[in-house]
């Protein structure tokens, strides 16, 4: 799932972000979204999130957990 919609983005969500500095390589970073900071529904290059441990970046990929059985 991509990280262009806001609606599909909550704080506790795993996702995989990319941060301003890796733009150029793509290199991702996991983790945990604390905040959403971009006000828009939609952003064709990704949700900028903040994570639990306070990196900012957009999100490229959201991590979707298998069902707990």
Same mark, same amino acid.
């Given at each position: 799932? %991509?990280? @262009?919609?806001?609606? &599909?983005?909550?704080?506790? *969500? ?7 500095? &890796? @733009?150029?390589?793509? $290199?991702? *970073?996991?983790? $945990? !979204?604390? &905040?959403?900071? *971009?006000?828009? %529904?939609?952003?064709?290059?990704? $949700?900028?999130?903040?994570?639990? &441990? ?9 991590? !979707? %957990?298998?069902?707990?059985?």
């Amino acid at each position: 799932m %991509s990280g @262009q919609n806001r609606k &599909d983005i909550t704080p506790g *969500t795993e996702v995989d972000i990319v941060l301003k500095k &890796d @733009q150029k390589t793509g $290199i991702l *970073t996991s983790g $945990i !979204v604390k &905040d959403i900071l *971009t006000n828009s %529904s939609f952003h064709p290059h990704g $949700i900028k999130v903040r994570l639990t &441990d306070g990196q900012v970046g957009r999100v490229k990929k959201i991590r !979707v %957990s298998p069902p707990l059985t």
